[in-house]
């Protein structure tokens, strides 16, 4: 506004903000309509009020509104915000249908980043306890401080004496009953059961871990528990939840059949678990994982690739499966421990990329004994292996080590071995037996599947009376395991760099959860039957 010409002759500063509305630009004195709107729109006061204090003009947004009348509702600020809030009750439903989401193995949260995940996290039962919540400040010092009694386990002086005088007493007897002291200690352990567990190793682990998207767990089929890396799942589940993880039984050939579906049940309730049997030319299993990548490629469409690391304890199989994958020999593989000394890159799809991890070690609770048969050493740099030949004996059964080594009884391991040299013509000067080369012969054999052994698998009682046989699956009995799984590996032909020429393989849009191999079987049986009909 600028200056008014009042009647009075005196000039005044106009209080009219904007000459835009006005007919005529020059001042008239006369504010407008939409100015005198526009001022009433500032007084926003609260209600009127008469002297008895009842409302008699409410004030504005909350004039009771007749149904069907047109009211306006007040304006916020939080319209606009980030922030929303929530009943108690519809918190409660989140954290439970998230809760149970999260702990799913085939289940995925998708863009979790838009979710308040944060809230399924309750504080209160992790925050910790506030000292002066518990004992004010100045209840402990000031002037107003309480001396607190000290707290002690007798009454009187006495007592105190005999106590300590009992407890004396029970502490000679313990120091007695000690035996002396001769000097003896054990021989510090080889350098050789150490590997596995170097800093180098787990260096290269977490570079895998870190680089993968999706973690393959190869486990062995004759001892999957053995395998398992306990501290590596839950390093996963704690510090990189949004990694997926998988399961994979190798060596399923070396166990009946049986065993392998007893294992996959018990194991797939917590992880998805596939059966596997790497070979270039006579593989199992490959069509089950080729489809499951694919659906994590699906799940990760907003990456351009996705990498796929495979990790376990060494000699399980982990560079076999990425030649099966690919169909050619692209990792150097040996039955031998530590023949993957570093990480290494392969593509398998035009959007999957593979990675292959030396073996590492992380149960450290295992003897010697429980190392060399699960393949983690090398046999030539054991010095004594015929100490260990007892461990083979107590896992293989009698029948089966006569069938492979003519032996007919023994009484110990040394005598089991001394009757092997004898047989196979082992022995060293003026006929002495050559245990240790045949120890690590009979190790040999044992890692290489030609010992039958496996443990069974948990809540299998059934299945074992059912299946009295012990032998390995034949080749038709392992056809109909495939058959039963919905395996098509023989049909999956892998080009490098090109995905889109994998047959059978379902076109999954917007996928959410990942199928087990048993739902995918159903799936495939069922639509064999509508073409059938």
């Known amino acids: 506004g600028g200056e008014q010409q009042c009647w009075s002759g005196k000039t005044k500063m106009g209080t009219s903000l904007s000459l835009k509305n006005r007919k005529s630009k020059e001042p008239t004195g006369i504010r407008d309509r939409a100015t005198i709107k526009r001022l009433n729109m500032y007084k926003t006061h609260g209600p009127k009020r008469n002297r008895d204090g009842k409302v008699v003009a409410p004030a504005e947004y909350q004039a009771p509104a007749a149904s069907g009348e047109r009211a306006r509702i007040e304006p916020n600020r939080k319209w606009f915000g980030n922030t929303r809030t929530l009943t108690q009750g519809a918190l409660q439903k989140f954290q439970a249908e998230m809760g149970k989401i999260q702990k799913s193995p085939y289940q995925v949260v998708m863009k979790a980043s838009k979710l308040p995940v944060g809230l399924l996290k309750e504080t ?29 386990a007798t009454d009187s002086l006495t007592e105190m004496v005999s106590k300590l005088t009992e407890v004396t007493k029970k502490h000679d007897e313990k120091e007695d009953a000690k035996e002396p002291d001769t000097g003896e200690r054990d021989a510090p352990n080889d350098y050789i059961f150490k590997a596995g567990q170097s800093r180098r190793i787990h260096a290269e682990l977490f570079k895998v871990i870190d680089s993968s998207d999706v973690v393959i767990q190869v486990l062995d089929a004759r001892d999957p528990m053995g395998t398992r890396s306990q501290y590596l799942e839950n390093f996963l589940k704690t510090e990189k939840k949004h990694k997926h993880l998988v399961f994979i039984l190798n060596k399923c050939d070396l166990v009946p ?62 560079s076999s499966i990425i030649n099966t994958l690919k169909a050619k020999k692209c990792c150097n593989v040996a039955p031998l421990a530590g023949e993957t000394k570093v990480w290494q890159y392969v593509s398998l799809f035009r959007r999957v990329n593979l990675i292959d991890c030396p ?175």
């Open 124 to 152: 209160a039962k992790t925050a910790n306890v506030h000292i002066l919540k518990t004992e004010s400040f100045s209840s402990v010092f000031g002037p107003k401080k309480l001396r607190k009694r000290a707290k002690l």
């Open 257 to 318: 059949t049986w065993v392998t579906k007893g294992w996959i049940v018990h194991l797939s309730a917590s992880v998805p678990t596939l059966a596997f049997h790497a070979s270039i030319t006579k593989s199992f299993g490959k069509g089950a994982l080729i489809n499951l990548l694919r659906q994590f490629s699906k799940l990760h469409s907003d990456k351009k690739q996705i990498s796929v690391g495979f990790i376990g304890y060494p000699n399980v199989g982990k």
């Open 359 to 533: 073996g590492i070690v992380s149960n450290r609770a295992d003897s010697n004994a429980d190392m060399i048969c699960k393949g983690v050493v090398r046999l030539e740099m054991v010095p004594n292996s015929a100490d260990y030949i007892e461990a083979i004996i107590d896992r293989v059964k009698p029948k089966y080590l006569t069938q492979a080594y003519k032996v007919e009884e023994w009484t110990s391991g040394d005598d089991f071995l001394a009757q092997v040299c004898k047989k196979t013509g082992k022995l060293l000067k003026k006929g002495e037996p050559d245990m240790n080369t045949v120890a690590k012969m009979i190790f040999n054999d044992f890692m290489r599947g030609r010992l039958p052994y496996f443990n069974v698998p948990p809540n299998s009682a059934k299945q074992q009376s059912d299946k009295q046989s012990e032998k390995l699956p034949t080749e038709a009995e392992l056809a109909e395991f495939i058959t039963s799984t919905g395996d098509n590996s023989d049909e999956m032909e892998v080009k490098e760099g090109d995905e889109d020429n994998v047959e059978n393989v379902e076109n999954v849009e917007n996928v959410e959860e990942i199928k087990s191999p048993e739902q995918q079987a159903k799936k495939r049986r069922k639509i064999a039957i509508e073409e059938g009909s």
